[in-house]
C-alpha cells in the first residue's frame, strides 16, 4: 500500500506531464470505444433495415443488386416483374403477406416508390416497429403521395403541397411527369432507415404517370393525360411491379417457397433472404471495419508510447528519489514496483476517462449524427467488447511499465546509493 | 564491547572494472562517533553503500551488528537497512512529492520491524518529537520544496533516527551548510545518536570537524585501493 500512496503522490506532483499522458490515453481508448459504438450502430442500423420479411424477389439478377435497389433504394434494377406473376406467388398458400414496390422514378433525387396498403400494414423495420404517420394519412388514392421523414423536412414540405415526379432516378431528371403533379398526403415518422428518404405513392400512379410511355419515351403532347381523364377512369390496370416483399405463414416454408420462386418458369426471377443477404453485403464491407478497428488499435498504442516515453523521460529526474527509496531500505523490485505501478495507474485513468469522454461525447454527438448522418447509434452500457478494450489498454500499461521500471531496476543496482549523473 | 561493523578483507569494484575498496581491516565499537575522511575518489561513498548493504562486497566479511552481509541476499540485505540503518546523504536528501512528515515517516512505514521499535508511540508522534528535537517541529506539514537547505538535512536527520536504528551513517551531511550550522547541526545529530546509543559513521573531507568526533578514520590509510 505504500508503494500505492507513493505512486499515487509522485504522478500528482507531476500534474501537468500526468494529465497530458492521461488525456492522450483517453483521446486513444475514447477513439477505439466510438469506432466500435459507431460500427456496433451502423451495423444494427444495417441490419434493422427490414424484419419480419422473409423472402424479398425481383427480377433474376445479382443478390446485392437486389437488396441494394429494393431495400437501401441504390442502384436500379434491370427490368420488372408482371403484375400478373406477383399475384400468383401473392396467393401462393405458403405467403401470408407481400409488398409490392413499383420502383424507378425519383423527386428531387429521392426514390419514388410505388406501392399499396400492404406495406403501411407488413413493413417492419428494427426489431418488428410498423411504420406510423407522422402527420395526415397513408395515401391511398391515385395522385396521392406519402414522404419520408427525411424528404419532408429536407424539402420543406407540408400536407396538401405539390410534388412532381421525374422519370429516372438522378437529382435533375429531363423528362418529367409534370403534367401529372402529386399532392402530400400524408407524412411518415422517423424511422432512421432508407425509408425515410424515399417517397411512397400508389401502384396505379406509378401507372397512371406512365400512360403513353410504353415505348419507353413520353408520348406526344396529345397523348398526354389530363388529371381529369385519370381520375375519370374507373380502374386503372396495373401491369408491373419491380420486386416484392414476402412474409409466409410458417418460417419454416421459407427455403422451400424461395427454391420454388426461383425455379419459376414463367418469368426469370429470384427470391433472397434478406438477413443472409445483408450478411454477406455486410461481410463485404467488413474489410474495412477491421481496417478501422486496426487504425484505432494503433492510435491506443501510440498514446500508451506516449506514456512509456514520459515515463522513461522522467527517470533520469528521478535517480534520486530512487536512491532515497534504496537507502531507506527499499529493494529493487519495490521501485520497479513502484513504476509499473505508476503505468497501470496512467493506464486505467485514461481508459476511464476515456470511456466517460465515449458516453459524453455519444450523449452529444448522438442526435447530431442522427439528423446529419441518418445513422442512429444506441447508447448502450459497456459490454463485453468495451471491458474487454479497456482490460487490454490497463495490461497493456502493466506490460509497458516494465521498461522504465527495468531500466530502473538496473540503475538502482548498479548505482547503489551514488547518484552519477 | 561488541562491534557495531567488522570489516575483514573487504574487496569491491563495480562491475569488471578496477577495485575500488580494498580493506583488509575496519572495526568501530558500538556506540562510536567515527569521523571518515579522504579525499574524493578514495571510496568514501561506495564504502557506505557497502556497509549500508547496497552493494554486495566481492571479496571478505562485512560483519554488521553481527551479521555477514556479504553472505545475504539482496533481499535481505534490504530488510537488514530498512531495520537496523539510518542513512543520510550530502544533499537533495527529501522526495519532493512527499510531506515533511510523510518523509520522516517513511522508513517506519517501509518496513514493519522498525515500526516495531517506536515502543507503542504513533508514527506521527514518533516523528513529531524528533522533528522538536532537530528544531523543525513547526515545519511538519510543509512541502519539502519550500525548506531551507539547512531544514533539508535536519528532516533528512529525522528520517534516518526514526525508529532507533543501531547505525547511523551520513554521507557529508553538512557540506552544503555553512560554519555555524554545521556545528548546530552536528550537536543536535550527537545528541540524538546518544539517547538512541547509536553508532554513527560520519564521512568528510572537511577536517575542521574531527574534533567532535569520538574516533578518526583516514580512509585513504585503510582502503589500499585509493588513489
Given at each position: 500500500m505504500l508503494v500505492l500512496d507513493l505512486a499515487l503522490k509522485s504522478l500528482r506532483n507531476r500534474a501537468f506531464s500526468t494529465s497530458l499522458t492521461v488525456g492522450s490515453i483517453a483521446l486513444s481508448v475514447a477513439l477505439l470505444i466510438g469506432v466500435e459504438n459507431v460500427r456496433a450502430g451502423m451495423r444494427e442500423s444495417f441490419s434493422n433495415t427490414i424484419s419480419q420479411t422473409d423472402l424479398i424477389v425481383g427480377v433474376k439478377g445479382g443478390t446485392i443488386q437486389l437488396l441494394l435497389y429494393s431495400v437501401f433504394g441504390m442502384g436500379s434494377p434491370t427490368s420488372n416483374l408482371s403484375w400478373d406473376a406477383y399475384r400468383e406467388w401473392a396467393e401462393h398458400p405458403a405467403v401470408e403477406w407481400t409488398i409490392p414496390y413499383a420502383l424507378g422514378d425519383s423527386h428531387r433525387g429521392y426514390r419514388v416508390i410505388g406501392t399499396n396498403e400492404d406495406f403501411y400494414r407488413h413493413y417492419r423495420y428494427r426489431g418488428g416497429q410498423a411504420i406510423a404517420l407522422a402527420e395526415g394519412r397513408a395515401g391511398s388514392e391515385v395522385f396521392d403521395v406519402t414522404l419520408g421523414a427525411d424528404v419532408a423536412a429536407e424539402l420543406g414540405y407540408g400536407l396538401g403541397d405539390e410534388v412532381e415526379v421525374t422519370h429516372g432516378i438522378g437529382e435533375v431528371g429531363f423528362l418529367n411527369h409534370d403534367h401529372l403533379p402529386f399532392e402530400v398526403a400524408g407524412i411518415l415518422d422517423k424511422t432512421f432507415t432508407p425509408v425515410d428518404r424515399a417517397v411512397y405513392v400508389t401502384l396505379e400512379g406509378i401507372e397512371a404517370i406512365h400512360f403513353g410511355w410504353e415505348d419507353g419515351a413520353p408520348p406526344m403532347d396529345e397523348h398526354e393525360h389530363t388529371h381529369e381523364e385519370v381520375l375519370a377512369m374507373e380502374e386503372i390496370e396495373i401491369t408491373q411491379v419491380t420486386s416484392f416483399f414476402v412474409g409466409t405463414t410458417s418460417r419454416r416454408d421459407v427455403l422451400r417457397l424461395q427454391r420454388e420462386i426461383n425455379d419459376f418458369e414463367g418469368e426469370p426471377m429470384m427470391a433472397v433472404i434478406p438477413g443472409l443477404a445483408l450478411n454477406e453485403m455486410w461481410q463485404g464491407i467488413g474489410y474495412a471495419e477491421t481496417g478501422l478497428r486496426l487504425v484505432t488499435i494503433f492510435v491506443v498504442l501510440v498514446g500508451l508510447l506516449g506514456m512509456l516515453v514520459s515515463l522513461y523521460t522522467s527517470l533520469n529526474e528521478r535517480r534520486r528519489e530512487m536512491a532515497i527509496l534504496r537507502a531507506v531500505g527499499s529493494g529493487p523490485k519495490s521501485i520497479v514496483a513502484l513504476l509499473v505501478l505508476e503505468s497501470v495507474c496512467l493506464a486505467a485513468a485514461g481508459a476511464v476517462c476515456g470511456l466517460a469522454l465515449v458516453y459524453a461525447l455519444l450523449s452529444a454527438g448522438q442526435p447530431i449524427v442522427e439528423a446529419q448522418a441518418g445513422l442512429f447509434i444506441p447508447i448502450r452500457p459497456p459490454g463485453s467488447v468495451e471491458w474487454l478494450f479497456l482490460g487490454a489498454v490497463v495490461t497493456a500499461g502493466f506490460l509497458m511499465g516494465f521498461v522504465p521500471a527495468l531500466k530502473a531496476y538496473r540503475t538502482a543496482l548498479h548505482d547503489g546509493l551514488a547518484v552519477r549523473v | 564491547m561488541s562491534l557495531a561493523i567488522d570489516v575483514q578483507g573487504l574487496r569491491f569494484r563495480y562491475g569488471r572494472g578496477p577495485w575500488v575498496l580494498d580493506v583488509p581491516e575496519l572495526a568501530l565499537e558500538r556506540g562510536t562517533r567515527a569521523f571518515l575522511f579522504g579525499p574524493s575518489g578514495s571510496g568514501k561513498t561506495t564504502l557506505l553503500g557497502v556497509l549500508a548493504g547496497v552493494l554486495k562486497p566481492d571479496e571478505g566479511r562485512v560483519d554488521v551488528l553481527g551479521r555477514d552481509l556479504a553472505s545475504l541476499s539482496g533481499?535481505?540485505?534490504?530488510?537488514?537497512?530498512?531495520?537496523?540503518?539510518?542513512?543520510?546523504?550530502?544533499?537533495?536528501?527529501?522526495?519532493?512529492?512527499?510531506?515533511?512528515?510523510?518523509?520522516?515517516?517513511?522508513?517506519?512505514?517501509?518496513?514493519?520491524?522498525?515500526?516495531?521499535?517506536?515502543?507503542?508511540?504513533?508514527?506521527?508522534?514518533?516523528?513529531?518529537?524528533?522533528?522538536?528535537?532537530?528544531?523543525?517541529?513547526?515545519?511538519?506539514?510543509?512541502?519539502?520544496?519550500?525548506?531551507?537547505?539547512?531544514?533539508?538535512?535536519?528532516?533528512?536527520?529525522?528520517?534516518?533516527?526514526?525508529?532507533?536504528?543501531?547505525?547511523?551513517?551520513?554521507?557529508?551531511?553538512?557540506?552544503?551548510?555553512?560554519?555555524?550550522?554545521?556545528?548546530?547541526?552536528?550537536?543536535?545529530?550527537?545528541?540524538?545518536?546518544?539517547?538512541?546509543?547509536?553508532?554513527?559513521?560520519?564521512?568528510s573531507h572537511d577536517r575542521t570537524l574531527e574534533g567532535m568526533f569520538s574516533r578518526t578514520v583516514s580512509l585513504p590509510d585503510v582502503n589500499r585501493a585509493a588513489l
Open positions: - | 533481499a535481505r540485505r534490504d530488510a537488514f537497512r530498512a531495520e537496523h540503518i539510518g542513512y543520510v546523504f550530502q544533499m537533495f536528501n527529501l522526495i519532493p512529492y512527499l510531506s515533511v512528515l510523510d518523509n520522516i515517516a517513511l522508513p517506519v512505514r517501509m518496513n514493519a520491524k522498525r515500526r516495531a521499535r517506536l515502543d507503542g508511540a504513533g508514527v506521527k508522534e514518533a516523528a513529531a518529537l524528533l522533528a522538536d528535537h532537530l528544531q523543525i517541529g513547526d515545519l511538519l506539514r510543509k512541502p519539502v520544496t519550500e525548506l531551507s537547505v539547512g531544514q533539508q538535512q535536519r528532516v533528512a536527520a529525522c528520517r534516518a533516527l526514526i525508529g532507533s536504528p543501531e547505525i547511523i551513517v551520513a554521507d557529508e551531511p553538512t557540506s552544503s551548510l555553512d560554519f555555524d550550522r554545521r556545528e548546530a547541526f552536528l550537536d543536535l545529530l550527537f545528541a540524538e545518536c546518544g539517547r538512541a546509543g547509536a553508532t554513527l559513521v560520519f564521512v
